[in-house]
């Protein structure tokens, strides 16, 4: 069974933003190296990273909540199948536990629950046996948030490795899980995103160390968990904030 990539993002962003198209991309490379691609079914960056892959024929999996979110007309068309949750947290649990890796895009707080809970996930599951799932951060934001919350709650931030990029994420995703190169070249054929050459210090005998914490500190250190998210995306007239 090919495995599943959770991705988490904004519901808000459109196509015409550079964030979008990268997710497009991002959702494309990944269901062409053969990865089952799951996320919230709706609109923003979850619509991006679902219709890339239905673009390259790829398995999309959108698990909705209709009762918590009335006002939102049913599933994007890039869903192949459609899980319908009751709440907000067994929404959440879906995704993450269908899941064989996570990856997290920028949003909002809706973002920040489901990338939170996935890192917890893997910091409980040796205590049942289990070995932890891979979850990826991109962007500074999270970056900052998995450094606070290291340093302010002691939280392993070993278990969350923070790229700066979409290719990242795929590059590390795809050499994790054995995917031969070409797959994920295609990322770049368009040139919307240059291939960082940062990626090549990620990788480690050929593989991505997905257990490793954010890189780099960020310039200012925030104080307060509020102040991590102060930047992030604030929800519009519908509520829509993840």
Known sequence: MNPTIAIFGSSRATSDQPLYRDAFKLGRTLAEAGFVITNGGYGGLMEATGLGAAEAE????GVTAPEVFPQRNGPNSSISEEVEAATIGLRIAHLVDAADATIALPGSLGTTAEFIVAWNTSFVAPMSGRRPKPNLAVGPRLRHLVEHLSEELGADASLVTCVDSMSEAAEIIIDHFDVPRQSRDRFY????????????????????????????????????????LSGVDRPDRRGRTS
């Open 58 to 61: 790829g398995t999309v999996s």
């Open 189 to 228: 054929a368009d040139g919307s995103e240059t291939h960082a050459t940062s990626t090549a210090s990620h990788m480690q005998g050929g593989h991505a160390p997905l257990r490793g914490g954010p890189e780099r500190r960020p310039e200012h250190s925030p104080t307060d968990l509020c102040s991590v």
